[in-house]
């Protein structure tokens, strides 16, 4: 069974651009997570989707959005990119079974530097 | 919100040692508590998790303990080998009423080194 899979692996920005990320869960799973993963501020969380409805966020700016599609892909937006906003970015899917302890499944991630 | 402690920042063990990684949360409501592996360009990988229900769990050389009064975990290795050496991450989730929202609220990691 594949994993999850995000492109691209690396993406070099400069500041004032937007940038999407793409995210394909491991088949079957309902759920996305995102995550942002930097030396100071360690895996911060920043929204999960389920069934294309957004369902929690994070403590994030809004030029961080994201959106889930009918086949559970999903894809996060960084609009107006600001220097600090370099780091890796972080996918999870969970089969979202009904019950305590959701596995969360993690994809290797997408490198973004803002130059 | 939910806030998690984890001590120490590095760790390093000879092969063969035991190795214990600490963390404790701030929720009481909190009652999951997985704990993730990550190598070098890769994404984090769940190694074991335990629920709030439990006291203890082990897999093979891996074992978690769980103390809800004191509001801490710990994760145990126990023959350590030089493959386990990464970061280890702990983290903490309040999944209510049978539905999950899927966030983790994550410790500051441990990185292990093992000297072979």
């Known amino acids: 069974k594949a994993g999850v899979t995000q492109t691209p692996r690396y993406l070099i920005k400069t500041r004032g651009q937007q940038v999407t990320l793409s995210c394909s869960p491991i088949?079957?799973?309902?759920?996305v997570s995102w995550y942002q993963q930097t030396p100071g501020q360690g895996l911060q969380f920043l929204f999960e989707?389920?069934?294309?409805?957004?369902?929690n966020k994070g403590n994030f700016p809004g030029r961080f959005s994201g959106r889930q599609f009918s086949n559970s892909r999903s894809e996060m937006n960084v609009s107006t990119l600001e220097l600090g906003d370099s780091a890796l970015y972080l996918c999870?899917?969970?089969?979202?079974?009904?019950?305590?302890?959701?596995?969360?499944?993690f994809g290797s991630g997408t490198q973004l530097s803002v130059l | 919100g939910e806030n998690v402690e984890q001590h120490p920042s590095t760790l390093s063990v000879q092969e063969g040692d035991s190795a214990v990684i600490k963390c404790t949360y701030s929720?009481?409501?909190?009652?999951?508590f997985p704990w993730y592996k990550q190598e070098l360009g890769k994404g984090p990988q769940l190694i074991i998790d335990?629920?709030?229900?439990?006291g203890e769990k082990k897999d093979q050389r891996i074992a978690v303990t769980l103390n809800k009064t004191a509001k801490h975990f710990s994760l145990h290795i126990t023959e350590t080998q030089p493959e386990d050496s990464a970061v280890y991450f702990c983290?903490?989730?309040?999944?209510?009423?049978?539905?999950?929202?899927?966030?983790?609220?994550f410790g500051q990691g441990t990185i292990l080194t093992v000297h072979p």
């Open positions: 999870a899917s969970s089969r979202r079974a009904q019950g305590v302890g959701e596995k969360l499944f």
């Open positions: 088949s079957g799973h309902r759920s």
């Open positions: 989707y389920f069934s294309e409805t957004q369902r």
């Open positions: 929720d009481s409501a909190s009652n999951y």
């Open positions: 335990i629920r709030s229900n439990v």
């Open positions: 983290a903490a989730s309040i999944n209510a009423g049978g539905t999950s929202y899927g966030k983790l609220t």
